[in-house]
């Protein structure tokens, strides 16, 4: 089994920063791709932000310019950097991979909240 942590959430005020970190431990032959959702109150799940394995990355229009998404492959962790925080960012954000178990299957963390508010 695969076990994904997400860290880093809180509350902040608009404009400012929060680096969040998603750690995938258990037993697996490698990670594939990874994302960052989020789901505000009453809306649906969307994607803020992919990478692959190799480093090539995606960003919701919303986003661009403020959020940075990377990952350490050796640390098999992936973290997203959120600048300029808006109100409009408050919602759960879940970490999404796909493993390679050897089969690939996908995984979701249980999320933190990320709340921006003055």
């Not at 695969?2 to 490698?30: D, K, N």
């Not at 959120?82 to 879940?94: I, Q, W």
Request: hydrophobic share 35%; with cysteine; charged share 15%.
């Amino acid at each position: 089994q695969v076990q994904l942590v997400e860290s880093g959430g809180g509350l902040v005020q608009p404009g400012g920063s929060l680096r969040l970190s998603c750690a995938a431990s258990g037993s697996f032959f490698s990670i594939n791709a990874m994302s960052w959702h989020r789901q505000a109150p009453g809306k649906q799940r969307e994607l803020v932000a992919s990478i692959t394995s190799g480093g090539s990355t995606n960003y919701a229009d919303s986003v661009k310019g403020r959020f940075t998404i990377s990952r350490d492959n050796a640390k098999n962790t992936m973290y997203l950097q959120m600048n300029s925080l808006k109100p409009e960012d408050t919602a759960v954000y879940y970490c999404n991979t796909w493993v390679r178990l050897p089969a690939f299957q996908e995984f979701w963390g249980p999320g933190t909240q990320v709340t921006v508010s003055s």
